[in-house]
């Protein structure tokens, strides 16, 4: 633009010494251009497309800009922070493994039912047995959530199945967990463990390892001899057992 501004001016300069200048030498004084007449000459001459055809386009000028003002932002950041733009680097990357240990930590939660309102069943299922057959095949392969999702539905139906829950579709681990904890107090807080574990794999989508499934078939085989307290309430709905059960 610079260059185009300056050739438009040597031209109207050579365009006037040419007027003024006759066949030999003159004293009269130069012509000169008033200013309003030179501008004009001058944008006249800066019109010409061959002046704009290297022009970025409005797109491109946008691109410039704002890469502009953020290499200022950088360069803001990194002189305000110890150590420079290597400083900067480091924090950022302190930043991001930060954020991938949590993310790895508490794992990724997904929208959905909460704990409190999940069911502990997706369809009606068959049998305890059934249940604890599909969590040993789980834990052969070393699937230890699914395993330990499969052992606390077992652990529910085998309480229906012995009369110690009512058999109530819709309920869930936590609600089970409370229920069961009255007619076997002394598991109580076993339940409540496992229920809070079934929670975590199903909901939360967090992992199991092979300890916390072990947990709970561990409480399995104990509730599966436990006898209940019958002096304490039967679980809301529940039949109260007869002399035999749990046998």
Same mark, same amino acid.
Do not use: I, K, W
């Given at each position: 633009m610079a260059r185009g501004l300056? /050739?438009?001016a040597l031209r109207t300069a050579a365009g006037l010494r040419t007027h003024s200048s006759g066949s030999g030498e003159?004293?009269?004084?130069?012509?000169?251009?008033?200013? /309003?007449? &030179?501008?004009?000459?001058?944008?006249? /001459? *800066? !019109?010409?497309p061959?002046?704009?055809?290297?022009? %970025?386009?409005l797109v491109r000028r946008v691109l410039d800009w704002v890469w502009e003002h953020i290499g200022d932002l950088l360069g803001s950041a990194a002189d305000a922070s110890p150590g420079g733009a290597v400083g900067l680097i480091v924090i950022a990357l302190v930043?991001?493994? *930060? *954020?991938?240990a949590l993310r790895m930590r508490l794992g !990724?939660?997904?929208?959905? %039912?909460? !704990?409190r309102n999940g069911t502990l069943f997706g369809t009606r299922p068959g049998t305890a047995a059934d249940h604890r057959a &599909?969590?040993?095949?789980?834990? &052969?392969?070393h699937r230890w959530s699914e395993a330990l999702q499969e052992r606390m539905r077992a652990i529910v139906l085998s309480l229906e199945e012995r009369a110690l829950l009512d058999p109530r579709p819709g309920r869930t681990a936590d609600e089970a967990a409370t229920d069961a904890g009255r007619a076997l107090p002394g598991h109580a807080t076993? *339940?409540?463990? &496992?229920?809070?574990?079934?929670?975590e794999v199903t909901y939360a989508e967090r992992t199991a390892d092979e300890a916390a499934y072990l947990r709970v078939r561990d409480l399995d085989h104990a509730l599966r001899s436990a006898r209940p307290d019958l002096a304490r309430p039967a679980a809301a709905g529940a039949v109260p057992p007869s002399p035999g059960a749990g046998r």
């Open positions: 300056a /050739e438009a003159d004293d009269t004084p130069p012509v000169t251009v008033p200013r /309003e007449p &030179a501008r004009r000459a001058a944008e006249d /001459e *800066l !019109s010409e061959a002046y704009r055809q290297d022009e %970025p386009g930043v991001v493994l *930060l *954020l991938v !990724s939660p997904r929208p959905g %039912p909460t !704990s &599909a969590a040993d095949a789980h834990a &052969a392969e076993e *339940l409540a463990n &496992a229920a809070r574990a079934f929670d």
